[in-house]
């Protein structure tokens, strides 16, 4: 005969079974739910992404982004940001990348939670995406990329793995925090010519980047390299014992933004993709330039994209620019030699228009505020003696 607390363990586990049932059932409804309106893309869905888009006039088919594979490698505090941004923007396949698991000292994040402790990034990751957009198709890879075996799987995973079977991916992102991984990424994307967008945060956590790279025409991550890698000292030296880098979630969810921006911008075709943009937080300052490829490149594959972009660009048709012509400005005869002139001085237009304040390179003011004439000056209360109407009327008929 059972003991009265075997009975109380056995409905103590029944309970958490029909609780468990009933969370499943709970979020199947709510997967559903997204799934029938996320499918329905229509103005008058709430749930429809990149909806704004249109709205303002930026793009005409912000649906396009469905089309699209994106493969974000490494999923940590840049990587499970962008790919969560991405899976709100309803991008058509996701293939994610790490090796690592989730800890308590993950933590710090934006994306992961304390019960996902001990399972795979990307497995964390694909769980809770899911939940977020259930249209998006996810390939997870939880294995190191510069070992040669993976290596081989992924470059066959850029090439292969896009939307449809076979295809190669529309854009590589780039979110682990070592120069390793960076440059077998590189390697990767030179050799098939891949395009894709490299970022990283400082070890300090108040400053990141993001750069674009074209290969062969645009510099690729060899073409510049950071010191470490041009030295070729193993960066495993480096770390100090006992000293992990800083991760701010703002700093990481600045540049995943930065990121995921110019995702957008590549695949649906507005604005300017930018080539390179920095962020220090301590100064607020965001630098931007752009670097042409090296022609002495240590990476072979870098050259030969080198290469072949200018034979691409010899082909194209010359498009002469034309410079517009002055037209001469004809007078008619002017024997008095008559001119027009402002009748007010520079400083006199200036201060009818108001005050213009001093702006920083870039920006302009829209208008200004009309200053006050002399007339109006004060609070244009007009001053009067107390002769009443009556009596101004008799010294009117007097006259």
């Known amino acids: 005969m059972a003991s009265v607390e075997d009975l109380q363990k056995k409905i103590k586990e ?3 079974a029909l609780e468990e049932e009933k969370q499943k059932n709970r979020q199947g409804a709510v997967r559903q739910k997204i799934s029938e309106m996320s499918s329905e893309v229509v103005d008058s869905n709430p749930y429809s992404r990149l909806m704004a888009l249109k709205r303002m006039g930026i793009v005409d088919n912000y649906e396009k982004i469905r089309d699209y594979t994106v493969a974000v490698v490494g999923v940590g505090g840049v ?21 690592d698991k989730v800890e308590l000292a993950n933590m710090n994040r934006l994306f992961y939670q304390p019960h996902q402790a001990g399972l795979s990034k990307v497995e964390a990751a694909e769980r809770t995406l899911k939940e977020i957009n259930p249209d998006v198709i996810f390939e997870t890879y939880n294995y190191n990329i510069t070992t040669m075996d993976n290596f081989n799987h992924f470059m066959k995973r850029i090439t292969e793995g896009g939307l449809t079977e076979g295809k190669p991916v529309d854009l590589v992102l780039s979110c682990v925090d070592n120069f390793e991984a960076r440059m077998t990424i590189n390697t990767a994307c030179n050799e098939v010519g891949q395009t894709w967008i490299e970022s990283g945060v400082s070890e300090n956590a108040v400053s990141g980047h993001i750069q674009f790279v074209i290969p062969g025409e645009t510099a690729c991550f060899a073409c510049a390299p950071p010191l470490v890698v041009a030295t070729k000292t193993d960066e495993k030296t480096l770390k100090r014992e006992g000293v992990c880098a800083a991760s701010l979630p703002t700093t990481m969810a600045v540049v995943a933004g930065f990121l995921v921006q110019n995702t957008l911008k590549y695949l649906l075709e507005f604005g300017d993709v930018t080539h390179y943009l920095g962020y220090n937080a301590l100064q607020d300052f965001f630098p931007t330039m752009s670097m042409k490829p090296n022609e002495n490149c240590d990476d072979t594959y870098c050259c030969k994209q080198q290469k072949l972009y200018k034979e691409r660009e010899a082909k194209k048709p010359k498009v002469v620019k034309e410079e517009p012509k002055e037209e001469e400005v004809i007078h008619e005869d002017n024997p008095f030699e008559i001119e027009l002139v402002s009748e007010t001085s520079v400083e006199e237009s200036q201060a009818s228009e108001g005050q213009v304040p001093e702006l920083t390179e870039g920006l302009r003011v829209a208008y200004s505020v009309p200053a006050p004439e002399q007339g109006d000056l004060g609070n244009n209360v007009v001053e009067t003696d107390s002769t009443s109407l009556d009596e101004l009327m008799k010294q009117m008929k007097s006259l």
């Open 14 to 16: 029944l309970e958490q």
């Open 79 to 99: 990587g499970s940001v962008t790919a969560e941004m991405l899976t709100r923007c309803g991008i058509g396949k996701l293939l994610l990348f790490d090796y």
